[in-house]
């Protein structure tokens, strides 16, 4: 029983290091990775790789969201492209669920006269009316 004591205090150091927030060095460093991918993701989405851009994006986003405060700018714009990448591929519901993501996240951050949101405002709108937009209903 003695010996099974220290290999039970290694796991309890290591489970109570991976819970600390990454030191500064290490925090650049998954804030760099994540600006890789999204450089990478955002390249597959000007040649229209929208599978590709949408897997390299929602990496980006998830691995930033663990690193930073949740308002922190640099979301919105990520979920402002995945977004993007998921109206391309058919999924204007899950699209929008990520611009108002990115809309409350700028709204936070920016005045409402600020382009970041203005720009998210027109996908919005513009999404919302490929939404709510019937087959066979003309506009008057």
Known sequence: AHEAQPEA????????????????????????????????????????????????????????????????????????NLAAALEELGAPRDADALYCRALEICEANFPPSHPRVKHILDKRAKLQSVLFTFPGLRAR
């Not at 925090?27 to 760099?32: E, P, R, S, T, V």
């Open 9 to 80: 205090w290694v796991e309890a150091g290591r489970a109570e290091e991976a819970a600390r927030p990454p030191g500064p060095r290490a925090l650049q460093a998954i804030l760099d990775e994540c600006d890789a991918l999204a450089a990478a993701a955002k390249a597959s989405y000007k040649v229209r790789r929208y599978e590709e851009a949408e897997r390299g994006f929602r990496r980006a986003l998830e691995m930033r969201e663990a690193a930073v405060q949740p308002h922190e700018p640099q979301l919105a714009v990520l979920c402002n």
